[in-house]
C-alpha cells in the first residue's frame, strides 16, 4: 500500500512525465505546489490549459502563435520577398532577438533525419514550396542547424528550390563569439578559413 | 583477495552512430568504440554554439573521447575529432548513405560487447563513401561483411538443405534460412526469390574480396539490382523489420538520377 496520497503521486507522475524532469525533481516540485498558496496552482493550472487551448500553428510559416497569420505574417512592414528556414519555432525567436532580420520565416518542424525515420514528408517542406511557387520571394536563407542533419535537410532544400529567380543562401558559419581557437574542430576552422572577410 | 574498482574516467576511439536532444543543451549519443562495442553516453551542454566539444561530436565523426563513469549514463568530458570523414559529408546521397551504414551498425552490434572487426569496417565504409568508387558496391560490401561480422554470413557455396555444392542453375536465395537453396531442395523456403548466376557471383565476390571490386570493372546493372535487394532483404529479415533510412536513401538516389 503507497503511504502517498493519490493526489500528489499523481501529480508527481505527470510532472516527471516532462523532459529533464526526474522523479525527485516531480515531487519536490509538487510538494513546493501544495505548500503555495491555491492561487498559484489554479494560475499554472490556467495556463497550461490556455497553452493547449488558445495556440496554434501559423498557416503561412508554421510558426506557434495565438493568431494565424501570426504577428509576422501579418506584419505589412516585414520583407515578403525573403524567407528564413529553421527547424524549430525557438530558433525565430533567437533570430529576432539579433534585430536584424527583417524578412519573413518558414518552420520546418524539424530536420531531415533518415535513421531516426524522418523524412522530408514529416517536415514542412511542401508547404515551404508552396510559397516559393507564388512568386513574390526572391531568397531563401537557410538557418537549419549546422550539423549533419541540419546541412542534409539544407543540401535536399537546395535541390529542390532550383526555381530562376530565387537566390538560395546558407548561415554563414565559423568560429563563435568568445569561443576559444584550439577547441575548435577541423570541419569549423575550415569553414572559418573558407568564410573569412577583409576588415 | 584484490578488489579493484573500475577507473572513474576513462579514454576510449568512438564513432557517434547517432544521437538525440536531451533537456536544456545536452545530447544523448550512441557510440560505437573499437573495444568495448556500442555504447551510450551523454554529452553536456554540447548543442550550445559555445561549446568546446559540439563540433566533434557530430554525427558520423570519428573522436578520442575522455568520459566519466556516471550512475545512470556515462558523460563525455573531452572530445577530440580523429577523422571527419569530410569528403563524404558535402553530398547528399552520401550522407544518406552514411546514415543506411550507420543505422545496419546500430541495429547489429550489442551494447558493451567488443567487436573490432564492425569498427573497423565501420571506419573503412565511410573513408569509401567519400571517395570516388562506386557508391553502390561500397554499401553492397558493407552489408556483406557485417553481416559476416556479427554471425550472420550467408552461405552461398553449398546447399543449405542437401549441403551439396552450388552450381550454375535455377538455385534460390533465401533470406530465412540464410543463403542458397539448390534446385532440388528450393521448396524448403517456398518464400525464397529465384537468384541468377551473375548475381549469385558478385554475392561471392563481395563475400570473399570486398577488396577487390575495384577490379570489376563491368558488372551487369541488373545484377546490382538482384543482389541490392536479395542483400536488403536477408538484413532486413536479420533486423527483423525495415532500415528507416531506406525510404530517404532510395528517395534522394531517384531524384539524381
Known amino acids: ?199 | 583477495m584484490t578488489n579493484q574498482a573500475a577507473p572513474r574516467v576513462y579514454r576510449t576511439e568512438a564513432l557517434v552512430l547517432k544521437g538525440y536532444d536531451y533537456g536544456e543543451a545536452d545530447r544523448i549519443l550512441t557510440l560505437l568504440t573499437p573495444h568495448s562495442g556500442k555504447m551510450r553516453a551523454i554529452a553536456k551542454g554540447v548543442r550550445r554554439t559555445k561549446s568546446r566539444m559540439s563540433g566533434h561530436l557530430d554525427l558520423f565523426t570519428r573522436s578520442t573521447l575522455l568520459i566519466a563513469r556516471g550512475r545512470q549514463l556515462d558523460i563525455v568530458t573531452q572530445a577530440e575529432t580523429v577523422e571527419n570523414f569530410r569528403p563524404m559529408r558535402g553530398d547528399l546521397v552520401r550522407v544518406s548513405s552514411a546514415h543506411y551504414v550507420a543505422e545496419i551498425l546500430d541495429e547489429f552490434s550489442a551494447e558493451n560487447l567488443p567487436n573490432y572487426p564492425l569498427y573497423a569496417l565501420a571506419i573503412a565504409t565511410l573513408r569509401q563513401l567519400g571517395g570516388d568508387g562506386d557508391l553502390d558496391l561500397t554499401l553492397r560490401s558493407f552489408e556483406m561483411q557485417s553481416l559476416a561480422h556479427t554471425g550472420y554470413r550467408p552461405q552461398l557455396h553449398r546447399c543449405l538443405q542437401c549441403g551439396t555444392e552450388i552450381v550454375p542453375g535455377q538455385n534460390r536465395f533465401s533470406p530465412k534460412l540464410g543463403g542458397i537453396l539448390c534446385p532440388d531442395c528450393g521448396m524448403a523456403d517456398s518464400a525464397a526469390p529465384p537468384i541468377s548466376v551473375p548475381a549469385l557471383k558478385l554475392l561471392r565476390h563481395l563475400q570473399t574480396n570486398p577488396d577487390g571490386l575495384r577490379s570489376l570493372t563491368s558488372i551487369p546493372v541488373v545484377a546490382k539490382q538482384e543482389v541490392e535487394q536479395r542483400l536488403q532483404e536477408y538484413v532486413t529479415h536479420r533486423m527483423e523489420g525495415r532500415l528507416r533510412s531506406v525510404r530517404f536513401l532510395e528517395q534522394v538516389r531517384a531524384d539524381q538520377s
Open chain 1, 1 to 199: 500500500m503507497s503511504i502517498t496520497a493519490k493526489p500528489i503521486s499523481r501529480v508527481v507522475d505527470e510532472l516527471s512525465r516532462l523532459p529533464g524532469i526526474g522523479p525527485k525533481t516531480a515531487q519536490r516540485l509538487t510538494y513546493f505546489l501544495l505548500r503555495s498558496p491555491s492561487e498559484q496552482s489554479e494560475a499554472l493550472a490556467e495556463a497550461i490549459l490556455e497553452l493547449k487551448r488558445n495556440v496554434v500553428l501559423c498557416t503561412e510559416c508554421f510558426n506557434i502563435t495565438d493568431r494565424s497569420p501570426c504577428e509576422v505574417c501579418s506584419n505589412p512592414e516585414r520583407d515578403a520577398s525573403r524567407i528564413c528556414v529553421v527547424e524549430e519555432p525557438l530558433d525565430v525567436v533567437a533570430l529576432e532577438r539579433t534585430g536584424q532580420y527583417k524578412g519573413m520565416y518558414h518552420v520546418l518542424h524539424g530536420a531531415i533525419s533518415p535513421i531516426e525515420g524522418i523524412g522530408p514528408e514529416e517536415l514542412k517542406i511542401r508547404e515551404l514550396l508552396y510559397r516559393v511557387q507564388q512568386g513574390e520571394v526572391e531568397e531563401i536563407i537557410l538557418a537549419t542547424n549546422p550539423n549533419l542533419e541540419g546541412d542534409a535537410t539544407a543540401m535536399y532544400l537546395t535541390r529542390l528550390l532550383q526555381v530562376p529567380g530565387l537566390t538560395v543562401t546558407r548561415l554563414a558559419r565559423g568560429l563563435p563569439v568568445g569561443g576559444d581557437l584550439e577547441y575548435a574542430d577541423e570541419v569549423t576552422l575550415s569553414n572559418a578559413l573558407a568564410g573569412r572577410s577583409q576588415i
